[in-house]
């Protein structure tokens, strides 16, 4: 019992000295910019914000960068995950990602933009422009998280390569490594993973490419050094270790859905109405909690995107 | 009296995986997902041990091995143990407050509505594996309890049926199910096969399928 009191003294002293939250006014002075900006937008009323489940029980900044509910212990978020290219159980990847060699990286921009290139990660992401977001990640399998996450957001990296009009989608690509990764040196999934947004989606303020969490850099099992988190989306979307982003004109093939169709979709918002094929969703446990939770739609940040799917068939673009 | 001890060695070893799982409870080293792992864990000996149940004739007709007959019981009412305790941590724990969605999980995911009628088909199985039912059904004991077989198909499939993707480890038992069904029906087509004889006929007074 001892032990188990010294640890949650531990996790309390950890979350509050978290140095990443030196970048909190930053953060708040963008957020008061969008909510200006979403006065002026149609279904992002105050009305609608108010209906929202999520407004009342979990406080966010007002562009929903960074939410206060409790956060889920960095122990927990980097030891239980899917990234089946280190395998396919939840511990796999913190226990064989330890031969990953995360450094130096470099990220191809390919398609249609004016300037493609090869570009190293940290001038692709410039350390002193990263922000810290802190978002409700929501597994498809019913299971979410509180993380904060440091970052850019992906519109400011892409705006960079000056995407040409021709460019609808957003392309990524996981790095192939078998030597590795252990978990592609088996055909579960179609290697290497790949992933794709629509580029309003990918041009979205919460959009975020990220390259830490918990004020440290991303653990190779949480998709070091780089990696999408889209935090309407279920968890999947997140591709990790990325080393190729292509803007084009069609959709994109994403891996869980050539996987099974029927079951993981384009889009993959989070979405309680919408069951998948074998389980519900209507519910999620909270990682930490002994009950389950009403699932939130777009995972509580339905102010900030649902005008994205206005008049989209949700149950159909799943 | 050795026999005695060695039924207890059985149940206690068969209850190993309990204790280890409330050790880990204990302890809080149970996976982030506590009540997940609990299902699992239950579940997946509750299929184990099945398959140990089914195994036992088999291996007792192929390689006469007779002593093993006497736990074949133990082995099945452990088996249904585990089963219970793993519908209770779902039916409980896991829908905890939300317990509506029950009726509908069983009705609607097929790897439920499975693992439910495995389940179903083992309680008739537990209770009438006394002496006295034994006694009382007669030949019909021997038909009711072929209700096994169903249970560890849909334990199988139920299995299966639950992973995302990676079907390893559920296909690793099905090819076990498959192994003692194809043992059985190599012994019933070629009784040549069949090690010990005598040990079987003897045994079959505890009535074996």
Known sequence: MLIRRNRFLESDEREVTDPAFYLHRRELMIGAGLAAGAVLLPGCSRAEEASQPGAARGVSSPGGFRTDEEQTPFEKASSYNNFYEFGSDKEDPKNDSGAFVPKPWSVAIEGEVAKPGSVALEDLVQPRAEQERIYRMRCVEAWSMVIPWRGVPLAEVLARFEPTSRARYVAFTTVLRPEQMPGQRRDVLDWPYVEGLRIDEAMHPLTLLATGMYGRDLPNQNGAPLRLVVPWKYGFKGIKSIVKIRLQETPPATTWNQAAPREYGFYANVNPEVDHPRWTQKRERRIGDFSKRKTLMFNGYGDQVAALYSGMDLAVNF | MR???????????????????????????????????????????????????????????????????????????????????????????????????????????????????????????????????????????????????????????????????????????????????????????????????????????????
């Open chain 2, 3 to 209: 026999r005695r001890a060695l039924h207890a060695a059985v149940i206690a070893a068969g209850l190993l995986p309990l204790a280890w799982l409330a050790l880990r409870a204990w302890r809080g080293e149970l996976e982030a997902e506590p009540i997940k792992d609990v299902t699992h864990q239950t579940g997946i000996w509750a299929l184990r041990l099945l398959l140990a149940t089914l195994a036992v004739t088999p291996l007792r007709s192929l390689f006469g091995l007779a002593a093993l007959a006497p736990y074949r019981r133990t082995l099945g009412l452990l088996a249904f143990s585990y089963a219970t305790l793993h519908l209770l941590t779902y039916a409980l724990l896991d829908l905890w407050g939300a317990w509506d969605t029950l009726v509908e999980d069983v009705l609607k995911r097929p790897y439920i509505t499975v693992g439910f009628a495995a389940f179903l088909c083992l309680v008739p199985l537990a209770i009438t594996s006394t002496r006295a039912w034994i006694r009382r059904l007669g030949k019909r004991w021997v038909q009711l309890h072929r209700l096994v077989y169903v249970a560890a198909v849909a334990g199988c499939l139920h299995f299966l049926w639950l992973v995302k993707k990676d079907v390893r480890e559920p296909l690793i038992y099905s090819g076990i199910l498959a192994a003692l069904f194809a043992a059985r029906l190599l012994l019933r087509l070629r009784p040549g096969f069949a090690a010990a004889t005598k040990a079987r006929k003897s045994a079959s007074l505890s009535a074996s399928p």
